[in-house]
């Protein structure tokens, strides 16, 4: 019988070198660099599994925004320093498994990573930075907000996170 399971933390044992989303930079991530960040501590790679095989996944960073360059409703009632975000830097389900609910899934539980990390630390705004338009919309239609500064880069701030997380 094959099964779904995770998200988990990406390991050299998963199935995930023939992996395919349909856009190559997000492939090459996963299966070329995706260990080796790992490793390294620059991000935390969370893949669903069908068995072993990798069917989606996201990447984890934490980052910063500029206050100056932060939308005005995430720099409300901050100091001028930067502003702590958590970054959801890629983010791909496989071409096989698009369309079936498993994108969603993995965005909601990235969220809610969001809040057990913001509960360790300071975190003000979960964030992505959408490769394309159609990415974009997904992500509007998810419930974050465009960035003025890059309309590429969409934003959620954290008080906002848990009531997205019950709607999506
Ligand atoms: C974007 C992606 C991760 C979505 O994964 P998925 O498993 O196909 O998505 P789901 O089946 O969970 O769909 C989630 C919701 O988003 C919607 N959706 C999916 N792709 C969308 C798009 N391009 N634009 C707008 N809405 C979209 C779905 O209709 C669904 O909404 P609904 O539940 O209200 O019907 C996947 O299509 C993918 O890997 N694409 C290529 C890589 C990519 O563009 N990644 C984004 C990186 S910035």
């Known amino acids: 019988m094959t099964e779904f399971s995770g998200p988990v933390l990406l390991t050299k044992s998963h199935d995930f070198l023939d992996f395919d989303c349909g856009k190559e930079p997000l492939n090459t991530f996963l299966t070329r660099h995706a260990l080796a960040n790992q490793a390294n501590g620059s991000a935390r790679i969370f893949v669903?599994?069908?068995?072993n095989r990798v069917v989606g996944y996201?990447?984890?960073?934490?980052?910063?925004?500029?206050?100056?360059?932060?939308?005005?409703?995430?720099?409300?009632?901050?100091a001028k320093?930067?502003?702590p975000i958590l970054?959801?830097?890629?983010?791909?389900?496989?071409?096989?498994?698009q369309g079936r609910g498993i994108g969603k899934g993995l965005f909601k539980d990235a969220l809610k990573r969001s809040l057990s990390v913001a509960r360790e630390?300071?975190?003000?705004?979960?964030?992505?930075?959408?490769?394309?338009?159609?990415?974009?919309?997904?992500?509007l239609r998810m419930g974050m907000q465009e960035c003025p500064s890059n309309p590429?880069?969409?934003?959620?701030?954290m008080k906002d996170v848990e009531r997205v997380v019950s709607v999506i």
């Not at 669903?48 to 068995?51: D, E, T």
């Not at 970054?87 to 498994?97: G, N």
């Not at 590429?152 to 701030?157: A, C, I, M, P, V």
């Open 121 to 139: 630390a300071g975190v003000w705004a979960f964030m992505t930075h959408a490769k394309d338009d159609d990415a974009k919309a997904l992500y």
């Open 81 to 83: 320093h930067p502003i």
């Open 87 to 97: 970054l959801m830097a890629r983010f791909a389900v496989d071409k096989e498994f």
């Open 58 to 78: 996201y990447s984890l960073a934490v980052g910063s925004v500029l206050f100056d360059e932060a939308p005005e409703r995430m720099a409300k009632g901050l």
């Open 152 to 157: 590429l880069h969409l934003y959620l701030l």
């Open 48 to 51: 669903g599994l069908h068995n």
